[in-house]
């Protein structure tokens, strides 16, 4: 976190319960064939096992607080030892928060160059990035001092991923619009906190994610 920070300010600082839901992960048997989520806390208080009973072999690899690029540093552990069949990898708004400020550029570039990796290693392996979701005003720049957030902008990190990664073993899933109404503005009720989402929140969402991996 940027916040109290005397050294290495421009990087992301690994906080205690990052580490323990690493290594929980790390610990996870892999059986190959199987779907992994990947991404940050969005992914990782996803009862999978409650939304995805269709998915027998399924790894919750989401870690809370998390950027795009500790997720590709842990990409080993996180995704390739599982050798999933799928990936379903959602990141990006962390990255604007009290950590690295990165550029929805830059998020899309991470992403791009996970998404590479995972090809390379995996290439029957069927890749969805997922847009970030909307926040609640209470959430974004004007309202929570020291971050970038703003729905314009994880509009934005969609757009980019879209326009820079060309590559046709991708499918992009633009989950943003279904917690929204029909002026584009995130509904209170989907949501638990205004930037994390409640079990209504994660009927839409994963049911949202179903219509591609199913």
């Keep these: ?28 048997n892999a059986k190959e064939g199987g779907t992994v989520f990947f991404g940050d806390s969005i992914t990782q208080f996803m009862d999978i096992e409650k939304y995805f009973p269709e ?14 690029t500790m997720l590709l540093h842990f ?5 390739l030892k599982f050798k999933p069949k799928q990936l379903v990898y959602m990141i990006g708004t ?14 899309a570039i991470n992403v791009k160059e996970l998404v590479e990796t995972v ?3 995996l290439p029957e392996c069927e890749i969805y990035v997922v847009s970030p979701l909307p926040c609640l005003p209470m959430h ?8 970038l957030r703003s729905n314009d902008l994880l509009k934005m990190i969609y757009k980019e991923f879209k326009k820079t990664i060309p590559y046709e073993y991708v499918t992009f899933i633009n989950a943003y619009p279904i917690l929204c109404n029909k002026k584009g503005e995130p509904v ?9 989402i409640n079990h209504e929140g994660y009927l ?9 991996i199913l």
């Design 1 to 28: 976190m940027r916040e109290n920070m005397t050294f290495l300010t421009n990087y992301y600082q690994i906080r205690e319960m990052t580490i323990d839901r690493m290594k929980e992960i790390i610990d996870k």
């Design 55 to 68: 998915i027998d072999n399924k790894y919750n690899c989401g870690i809370g607080g998390i950027t795009s």
């Design 75 to 79: 990409i080993d552990e996180g995704v």
């Design 94 to 107: 962390n990255d604007l928060g009290k950590t690295v400020m990165q550029s929805p550029k830059d998020i």
């Design 119 to 121: 090809h390379y290693n």
């Design 140 to 147: 974004d720049y004007k309202h929570t001092p020291g971050v």
């Design 188 to 196: 209170e009720v989907y949501y638990e906190d205004g930037l994390h």
């Design 204 to 212: 839409r969402y994963t049911n949202c994610l179903k219509e591609y």
